[in-house]
């Protein structure tokens, strides 16, 4: 019974150290924040935090995307198109394939 009242603890505490590391990766709210990618593609995303969404401008396109669970870094997807971003780097995924890697943010 104590060891899998423990095993409980240390997955709760694992899911809850998870979900505060993803909300510490999100960039502030309302600031447009633009990411250079290696193949030299911008992307401009701006984050909003009432819905846990944010919009990527990525060429002639614009993408909404919601914010889903992530064990490492801010993942936004809307079942197609994935930004995922950790720290000051990112990369853009479309219907499976990376398209853009190596993206930083810039400052």
Known sequence: MKSTRKILFAVAAAAVLCLALAACERRP?????????????????????????MTMYLGDKTYKLKHVPSASGAKYTDGKV???????????????????????LLE
């Open 29 to 53: 709210v309302g600031k447009v924040h633009v990411f250079r990618c290696a193949d030299g593609a911008t992307v401009k995303a701006i984050f909003t935090e009432a819905d846990e969404t």
């Open 82 to 104: 994935v930004f995922w971003n950790r720290g000051k780097g990112a990369y853009i995924q479309i219907d499976g394939e990376v398209v853009h890697d190596g993206c930083t």
